[in-house]
């Protein structure tokens, strides 16, 4: 992606760079991108494509690198499965390749809510989409842990209520 003017080319590079079709935008107009102009403006596309490849020779980014998937799969291999996870208030959304992999296998949630005065209601913490998942949530002042395989729902609700500090 390079940005010129108000003017962005940009490409998603599949098989051949010699075959790519690159993109054409005036973001000042069109913020959202909605609007290919580099059919319209063939000759202001060749002109940026020109300088894309000039400033990549320039600051040393060629040759470029085609070996996405060898790249990714390598990447992988590499990679040493995590044990413990820690996942902070705030945290909205975790990508699956970074979640836990809890799916056919037996493990542990550790969560710290502070319940001073009044049990609350609601999720503490999930991970996972329709397909396979778990939550666990306070529901009726029980702790309720839900898991989700591949539609299968299995819960674990414990007949003691929660404690409340100081009760």
Request: proline share 5%; aromatic share 10%; hydrophobic share 35%.
């Amino acid at each position: 992606m390079s940005i010129f003017i108000g003017l962005k080319i940009c490409v998603i590079h599949e098989w051949s760079f010699d075959e790519d079709k690159w993109e054409l935008y005036n973001v000042e107009e069109d913020f959202s991108e909605c609007h290919n102009l580099a059919e319209k403006n063939p000759k202001k596309l060749h002109q940026l494509i020109e300088m894309w490849w000039a400033e990549a020779d320039k600051y040393n980014v060629l040759p470029l690198d085609d070996r996405k998937q060898e790249r990714l799969i390598s990447r992988e291999i590499l990679k040493k499965e995590k044990t413990s996870y820690t996942y902070y208030p705030g945290t909205v959304r975790v990508p699956a390749a970074s979640a836990s992999h809890v799916k056919n296998r037996s493990h542990s949630i550790t969560a710290i809510v502070d319940i001073s005065s009044q049990v609350p209601e609601g999720p503490i913490c999930a991970i996972g989409g329709v397909g396979s998942g778990w939550s666990l949530y306070i529901k009726d002042e029980h702790l309720v842990y839900c898991y989700n395989n591949n539609g299968n729902h299995y819960y674990i609700r414990p007949t003691k209520k929660i404690p409340i500090r100081g009760g």
